[in-house]
């Protein structure tokens, strides 16, 4: 069991300078104290970051707020012994001062403060970034928000009720260096718009809900006009105010490719992080080499995808990020690792070591996930069909990553009648066990349908994109109110 040692130092700075801390000589030093009690491996993440969110509610914008927000943290590995701490102070002294206090939190047989020679690491990865959100005015911030309310609203005005639209945007500027020698820099520019709407009628309520977000810039809301956004979120509010109670029942469901991968994320992505694995709480564990999923299923994560929102050049422990085949024609090929999973199992980490701050250790994590396209076209999928459930929009759900028992909402379904797409319904649930799923799906799209997300772990939150094509499950257990078929 890993021992995790926390130390916090809440100092502040007012002279951040980047001079002044982030050359290689003075990391290098850091690093050395850190290590001076002994250690395995240590590291240094230094974290710079401004932030936009704007909000709007009733209408009316309700709250504007913007800042920076800088600090470090130092990690010792020594063992499953984990010592961390952080601090605000990015001074020299300040860096040199958490060095030695964590250092003593991890017990070794003595080390010494000897000189670490770092060398840049390169990756591969790069980002085009043609509007960055730092040099947009807030004014303008401000009308893509305002456009996207008067777009949901204008689509029933009788109907929609409540609009709630969120902007946010952050440049982060990250250094990390190690006692392998590794010196990386790296500037993340991600940028989301977000809407949901509420639409009434008599006393039936639904909401929709439309979000976009990228590893680019202020350029996001060319590609995805903020009219579009809020568009979306209302049709999908009113529509379903007319929709009929889902059936209930076990019935073959197409999960469309604008879905999204909200499933494989959860039922699946979760399961194949190295730590829960290890851990023995990863219905994956054990498995590696062997039939996890049906013949026709590759799951890949590949956080170097052009500017997704998963999408990084390095994780939070300066590994270059790459493509990673999970399950490839159904085989469990490999887990998601950090540099400490990694060692466990005398691997080399993939690079999915992420943090959300400073303030946390990194941990596995899921950057793009995708179930792979594969050869079947999409409408024939769905004539195939006979009678079942199209699902287009994937609500929130729940995930138990020792069984890999799942329940998701359905934000949007239709009942497929006779190979043909049939009435919109409402209040579907789905029901099932992830690898068993994964085994039941018989048929794989040509297309590729992408979702974003926040994904929380162990008390921290990373953004994380989901995909997959369109595919159909042989059979599910739908919950609705409707009368089965």
């Known amino acids: 069991m890993q021992q995790v040692i926390w130390i916090a130092l809440a100092i502040l700075n007012k002279n ?17 104290a850190a290590l001076t009690n002994g250690g395995d491996f240590a590291d240094v993440y230094v974290e710079y970051k401004k932030m936009t969110g704007i909000g709007c509610e009733d209408g009316k914008i309700e709250r504007i707020h913007s800042g920076i927000e800088s ?3 130092i990690r010792v590995l020594l063992g499953d012994i984990t010592s961390y701490a952080y601090t605000n102070d990015l001074s020299r002294e300040g860096l040199l001062e958490a060095a030695r206090i964590v250092s003593h939190a991890v017990a070794g047989q003595g080390g010494s403060e000897k000189s670490i020679e770092l060398q840049r690491v390169e990756s591969p990865v790069k980002f085009d970034v043609l509007q960055r959100p730092d040099q947009v005015t ?17 689509v029933d005005r009788s109907k929609i009720k409540q609009v709630m639209v969120g902007y946010s945007d952050i440049v982060q500027q990250v250094t990390v260096a190690n ?13 989301r718009l977000m809407v949901h709407a509420v639409a009434s009628e008599g006393e039936v309520i639904q909401t929709g ?45 197409v999960l469309a490719g604008e879905a999204g991968g909200t499933m494989v ?17 990863s219905v994956y564990a054990g498995k590696k080499g062997r039939q996890v999923a049906a013949q026709c299923v590759t799951v890949v994560d590949d956080a170097a995808m052009p500017n ?40 080399e980490s993939n690079g ?45 759900g729940q995930v138990n990553t020792t069984t890999g028992d799942f329940v998701f909402d359905v934000a949007e379904g239709y009942l497929i009648e006779n190979g043909v797409v049939g009435p919109l319904v409402r209040g579907a649930t789905l029901t099932g066990n992830g690898p068993e799923v994964l085994g039941l799906i018989e048929a794989v799209g040509d297309d590729l349908g992408f979702t974003i997300g926040t994904c929380g772990k162990d008390g921290q939150g990373v953004p994380v994109g989901d995909a997959q094509p369109t595919i159909r499950i042989k059979e599910l257990v739908v919950g609705g109110t409707g009368q089965g078929e």
């Open 352 to 396: 999915h070591g992420r943090r959300e701050s400073y303030q946390h250790k990194p941990i596995p994590r899921m950057g793009n996930t995708y179930i792979a396209s594969g050869k079947d076209d999409p409408e024939k999928i769905i004539r195939d069909t006979g009678n079942g459930l199209l699902v287009k929009k994937m609500g929130g």
């Open 308 to 347: 997704r929102y998963g999408s990084y050049s390095y994780d939070d422990e300066g590994v270059p990020a790459r493509k990673v085949v999970l399950i490839e024609n159904g085989i469990l090929k490999d887990f998601l690792y950090d540099r400490l999973t990694a060692h466990r199992d005398g691997v």
């Open 265 to 281: 994320h959860e039922a699946c992505g979760h399961g194949l992080e190295a730590d829960l694995v290890q851990k023995g709480l």
């Open 71 to 73: 600090g470090a943290g």
């Open 138 to 154: 807030t004014e303008q911030k401000v009308q893509a928000v305002k456009a996207a309310n008067e777009a949901a609203r204008a």
């Open 209 to 253: 809900y439309e979000a976009v977000g990228s590893h680019s810039g202020f350029e996001l809301l060319e590609r995805h006009k903020p009219e579009e956004v809020g568009a979306a979120a209302g049709r999908r509010a009113v529509q379903m105010l007319t929709a009929r109670p889902a059936p209930a029942g076990k019935m073959p469901v």
């Open 179 to 191: 006692s392998r020698g590794y010196f990386v820099e790296d500037e993340r520019i991600r940028t």
């Open 16 to 32: 951040w300078t980047v001079n002044g801390v982030l050359d290689k000589n003075a990391l290098s030093k850091v690093i050395a």
